[in-house]
């Protein structure tokens, strides 16, 4: 991991506990860490599993990406993301409702030509009808992370125990807790290209909890963009906030799907 000097975020997080922030990239995982007293690293992963490995046992980490997955999809999607979107104002887009698990494994092998992939989405849309009300289909944006969703799912299918460590958030939702309840006023990307000012806002914020400003400019890890970087930063707060008990889940109690696998946005 690459570090910066100087960047150890205040939070007064318990010393002994090891804090991730985590989002998807183009390479896999890129993931933001504070050991306790060190300053904070950045890493990309090529899996989530990967990432797990390289952790201690009482690491808590927030990870943006849906967690619990609904055996039927009702409108406006899970009861977390109907709850947060009211906050987000004009940044609601970014918060997709989420398919069923159904539709999320109708097609699980990889793909090798772009025709198996509108082969897939339109496999996993129909899939995502038949198990919805009102019937609708799988969203491209949500589609192309359908395998990070997966990777995650099978491993709290798989190792219960990491249920209580690793958290659901999401990075506007948790830019608007961090910054009282307010959304963003920028959005981080116009058109698919990253905004510099939206990207600022979030530095500015960021930097009030802790980054030092060396850190927040520094370049991403190969395999990651500049807004997976920000979003990892603002969720290895939200681990924080876990930690100490200030972060709000969406709902408050979280749900849980019929795996028992918790539901809720924590920001």
């Known amino acids: 991991m690459t570090q910066a000097e100087n960047a150890v975020p205040?939070?007064?997080?318990?010393?002994?506990?090891?804090?991730v922030g985590v989002d998807g990239c183009k390479a896999g995982w890129i993931a933001v860490r504070r050991d306790p007293g060190a300053a904070p690293s950045t890493a990309v992963f090529p899996s989530f599993a990967a990432l797990l490995d390289r952790l201690p046992v009482n690491a808590i980490v927030a990870v943006d990406m849906p967690i619990g997955?609904?055996?039927?999809s009702q409108r406006g999607g899970r009861g977390p993301e109907a709850l947060v979107r009211p906050l987000l104002g004009a940044r609601q887009s970014s918060v997709f409702?989420?398919?069923?698990?159904?539709?999320?494994?109708?097609?699980?092998?990889a793909f090798t030509t772009v025709d198996a992939w509108y082969a897939?989405?339109?496999?996993?849309?129909?899939?995502?009808?038949t198990t919805s009300d009102p019937p609708r289909g799988v969203s491209i944006q949500a589609f192309g992370i359908?395998?990070?969703?997966?990777?995650?799912?099978?491993?709290?299918?798989?190792?219960?125990?990491?249920?209580?460590?690793?958290?659901?958030?999401?990075?506007?939702v948790a830019f608007c807790k961090l910054n009282g309840d307010r959304a963003m006023r920028l959005p981080k990307k116009i058109r698919g290209n990253i905004n510099p000012a939206g990207m600022a806002e979030r530095k500015a914020l960021l930097a009030q909890h802790g980054?030092?400003?060396d850190f927040l400019e520094q370049t991403p890890p190969r395999?990651?963009?500049?807004?997976?970087?920000?979003?990892?930063?603002?969720?290895?707060?939200?681990?924080?906030?876990?930690?100490?008990?200030?972060?709000?889940?969406?709902?408050?109690?979280?749900?849980a799907d019929r795996l028992g696998i918790p539901v809720a946005i924590w920001a």
């Open 10 to 19: 205040q939070d007064d997080a318990p010393e002994d506990v090891v804090l």
């Open 69 to 72: 997955l609904p055996d039927f």
């Open 97 to 109: 409702a989420i398919p069923s698990r159904a539709s999320l494994y109708a097609e699980i092998e």
């Open 120 to 129: 897939a989405h339109r496999k996993a849309s129909e899939v995502a009808r």
């Open 146 to 172: 359908f395998a990070k969703i997966r990777e995650i799912d099978s491993l709290l299918i798989a190792r219960p125990e990491l249920r209580s460590r690793v958290f659901e958030s999401h990075p506007e």
């Open 211 to 213: 980054y030092g400003e």
């Open 223 to 255: 395999g990651a963009a500049a807004d997976d970087f920000l979003d990892a930063a603002a969720m290895m707060v939200v681990a924080g906030r876990i930690v100490r008990g200030e972060a709000m889940p969406f709902p408050d109690p979280p749900l």
